[in-house]
């Protein structure tokens, strides 16, 4: 059973930074693909960064790229995200994703190809 625990969220003001934990029971990291997902009110979830196992190249999206970035501790069994430099539109839930295993190419980006989901955190930017 793969479990996904994540924590972190909350408010902070524009400019100002958050990090993200997503605790995971059941896999090795390096076995699976993990993500890091957004969902805002009224739109589609989106990705944010993905990685194809855990220690592999990260790929994130335009929008975060050079202000967001993944890490792992494979020690806990858990993956990060720091957020610096938030921005209001970067208010969302927050969703870590696992894959059953590896995703490579285009499946890594898309929601369907991942099993297991956190039950997601609130991040809310004030400006």
């Known amino acids: 059973q793969v479990q996904l625990v994540e924590s972190g969220g909350g408010t902070v003001q524009a400019g100002g930074s958050l990090r993200l934990s997503c605790a995971v029971s059941?896999?090795?990291?390096?076995?699976?693909?993990m993500g890091w997902f957004r969902q805002a009110p009224g739109k589609e979830r989106e990705c944010v960064v993905v990685?194809?196992?855990?220690?592999?190249?990260?790929y994130y999206a335009d929008s975060v790229k050079g202000r967001f970035a993944i890490s792992s501790d494979n020690a806990k069994n858990t993956v990060y995200l720091q957020m610096n430099s938030l921005k209001p539109e970067d208010t969302a839930v927050y969703y870590c994703?696992?894959?059953?295993?590896?995703?490579?190419?285009?499946?890594?980006?898309?929601?369907?190809?991942?099993?297991?989901w956190g039950q997601g955190t609130q991040v809310t930017v004030s400006s």
């Open positions: 990685v194809s196992w855990v220690g592999s190249n990260a």
């Open positions: 059941g896999r090795i990291l390096s076995d699976i693909a």
């Open positions: 994703a696992a894959g059953r295993g590896r995703l490579y190419g285009s499946t890594r980006y898309r929601t369907e190809y991942y099993d297991y």
